[in-house]
């Protein structure tokens, strides 16, 4: 019966994501909708795109987005050709049980997708404050020099990759889990991989422009020649904020020159 299915449906969906929701109950709504009254299946149509909706709302590929608005609106015509006449209800069957295999196939991916990036997300979490560590290393370590030394362009470059793994892991957190799943993580290895360049190359652009005197010192602007604590902690600011903002520009970039010539 439609109750016994629309309970066995709920109890699967409530295991949780690792167990591919959607994807485990697709055969049983299949089922469902062979025998859904006109009125549940407008319903259950309405639900299906309002899932798609969700997952299409954060996915970057703007050819998906654009099929998902075609797609919407020939669903939504069945919709409304089944308002005026429930003769053609088969129609509005035949487009749910093929919405429901989309949405099925995306859920997936999405839960995949969340395995994948909850791993990486942890090795870039703690990958940051190991760059930091070792950026700072050489002021905070015993050595015979009591007075410690200045940081170099090593320090800075390592301090530039924290700050780009930074955004690159803000970046992932709020990306769409479906594209992790669907590209097995590939691409978002590939964005921590370039983080880390572009983190390496403007901590080391920006400390040979404060060291060849394009910028002068300030109370915001530190010596790179001093071990003052004050300049330390600017210095870690300043390259730290560098390859964060760095990373976002240059993502931004590309993302803009994709899509004008899309």
């Known amino acids: 019966s439609i109750v016994a299915l629309q309970s066995l449906i709920c109890k699967r969906r409530k295991e949780g994501p690792s167990t591919w929701t959607e994807y485990r109950v697709f055969t049983v709504e299949q089922a469902m909708v062979k025998v859904l009254p006109v009125k549940d299946l407008i319903s259950r149509t309405h639900a299906g795109l309002d899932d798609l909706k969700e997952y299409n709302e954060r996915r970057s590929d703007i050819e998906e987005k654009r099929y998902f608005e075609d797609q919407a609106e020939r669903i939504n015509q069945a919709i409304d050709e089944v308002e005026k006449s429930e003769e053609t209800k088969d129609n509005l069957r035949a487009e749910l049980r093929m919405l429901l295999e989309i949405v099925a196939y995306y859920d997936k991916n999405w839960a995949i997708g969340s395995e994948i990036l909850r791993e990486l997300l942890i090795a870039i979490a703690f990958t940051v404050p190991i760059f930091l560590f070792i950026g700072i290393a050489p002021t905070v370590l015993p050595s015979q020099d009591s ?39 590939k691409n978002e290895l590939y964005q921590a991989l370039k983080g880390a360049i572009l983190g390496l190359v403007s901590g080391v652009m920006v400390y040979a422009m404060l060291k060849g005197g394009f910028v002068e010192n300030g109370k915001i602007v530190p010596d790179v020649y001093s071990n003052d604590p004050k300049d330390i902690g600017l210095s870690i600011f300043w390259a730290f904020i560098t390859g964060f903002m760095f990373e976002n520009f240059f993502d931004k970039a590309v993302r803009e020159h994709s899509q004008s010539n899309g």
Do not use: D, Q
């Open 147 to 185: 007075s410690g030394s200045a940081l170099g362009f090593v320090n800075w470059a390592f301090f530039g990759v924290a700050g780009s793994l930074t955004a690159v892991l803000r970046k992932l957190y709020l990306g769409s889990k479906v594209e992790v799943g669907l590209t097995e993580g």
